[in-house]
């Protein structure tokens, strides 16, 4: 099975930057695709050529695992073609009711594939009741969702555009509109043998976000870097180990944490205790964990409880991956912490609300931390400067 960086994949794809006006847009400006300005001739040379239907395992940036492949369902392979028609689905806001909403709405790569908001915005300019988590490195996801409810990518690309707050459409509705689009059409027929169906649709858009990755920040490099400093190079004869040192080395010259970060990351797998959860290539345990936000109130987010029913899960929510945090700003699942020193704050507090009140259902491992100021911005400064590196460029796609 191949191996293709996303980076060349998505380039090598119809990848063109959508400038055509007159078609609803984000209130936000985001750009979404525009229907019309892909044509037949352009999908069938690019369905003809020769690897476009070849399986692929997909290449992460510096800091992913070096083999992706157990994160790709048996049912579900990559394919460039596939791949491509899932980014078409992406930005297309013809699966929404009114034609304005598509997934990159709220997820768009322009804002940390998230839409910076408190909380997203659907169709008619309803409000929804969480913040939009990001797609970058969601391949590495167990579940997706801030409960989890979604077992799969596939399984979370189907719930938006049934959504009457969301996309306020029907799948009936758009396997319907994409059989009858001619483009769409011999693209499913290619690919999938057959019509647009809802599983087909979500396993294309599924493959798509695949490809999202975050990575090669300065941390990743210093990580990469660091067990080679207890190696004693100069009379080392294997080739691939020098070469491997060699490029660890030039990564991190390359890449340099401030000593500021490193004196953050230091706190961060230590006295801030940060890595209770935040742990693993995207630094997240993939868990559920009360961490206070959301709780107090007449109606107290439910968290992971709404899906298990288990009371110890009220108010727990899924640990988000760190990697280029600093663009996916606000913080926590309802967007209440603005800035990165407000995260960093809370939990100084140990999950306690600033007018002195906790959740009953706290998780266990968080608890009043005893950081100074300089601490606090040490931090700040990792996470932001040490953990902001390389995100998959994805270009606005012509739709057909």
Not at 307 to 328: F, Q, S, W
Request: charged share 25%; proline share 8%; with cysteine.
């Amino acid at each position: 099975m191949n191996k293709i960086a996303p980076s060349l994949l998505l380039c090598g794809a119809l990848a063109v930057s959508c400038q055509v006006s007159g078609f609803s847009l984000f209130d936000g400006g985001f750009k979404l695709g525009v229907p019309g300005t892909l044509s037949l001739d352009d999908i069938r040379a690019s369905l003809a050529e020769p690897d476009a239907h070849t399986p692929f395992v997909p290449v992460g940036p510096v800091g992913m695992p070096a083999d992706l492949s157990e994160f790709i369902p048996e049912d579900n392979p990559m394919t460039k073609a596939k791949v491509e028609l899932g980014r078409q689905l992406y930005f297309d806001p013809r699966l929404s009711g009114d034609g304005t909403i598509a997934c990159a709405t709220c997820h768009h790569p322009d804002m940390g594939w998230t839409d910076n908001a408190p909380v997203s915005t659907g169709i008619h300019g309803q409000k929804g009741g969480v913040s939009a988590p990001t797609v970058m490195n969601r391949i590495l996801g167990k579940t997706q969702f801030w409960d989890g409810r979604a077992a799969s990518l596939e399984a979370q690309a189907a719930g938006p555009v049934g959504n009457p707050i969301e996309m306020g459409f029907t799948w009936e509705r758009a396997e319907k509109l994409l059989r009858e689009v001619e483009g769409y059409d011999m693209q499913f027929q290619a690919i999938f043998g057959g019509p647009a169906t809802e599983e087909t649709a979500t396993k294309a858009i599924a493959a798509f976000e695949r490809t999202v990755f975050a990575g090669g920040s300065p941390y990743d490099h210093f990580e990469r870097a660091t067990p080679f400093y207890n190696l004693d190079m100069e009379d080392e004869t294997d080739e691939d180990l020098i070469a491997r040192y060699e490029e660890a080395m030039q990564g991190e010259d390359d890449n340099p944490m401030t000593e500021s970060a490193k004196r953050g990351r230091e706190l961060f797998f230590g006295k801030a205790n940060c890595s209770a959860c935040h742990v693993g290539p995207d630094l997240s345990d993939e868990q559920f964990h009360n961490i206070g936000i959301g709780q107090m109130g007449p109606e107290p987010f439910p968290g992971r409880f709404a899906v298990t029913g288990v009371d110890a899960d009220r108010g727990a929510t899924k640990t988000p991956g760190l990697h280029n945090i600093v663009d996916t700003a606000p913080y926590m699942h309802d967007g209440s912490l603005k800035t990165l020193t407000e995260v960093i704050l809370h939990y100084k507090r140990g999950g306690t609300n600033t007018d002195g009140t906790k959740s009953p259902y706290l998780s266990d491992k968080i608890f009043p931390l005893d950081l100074n100021e300089q601490e606090i911005d040490d931090l700040v400064e990792f996470l932001e400067q040490g953990l902001t590196g390389e995100v998959t460029p994805v270009e606005i796609p012509r739709l057909p």
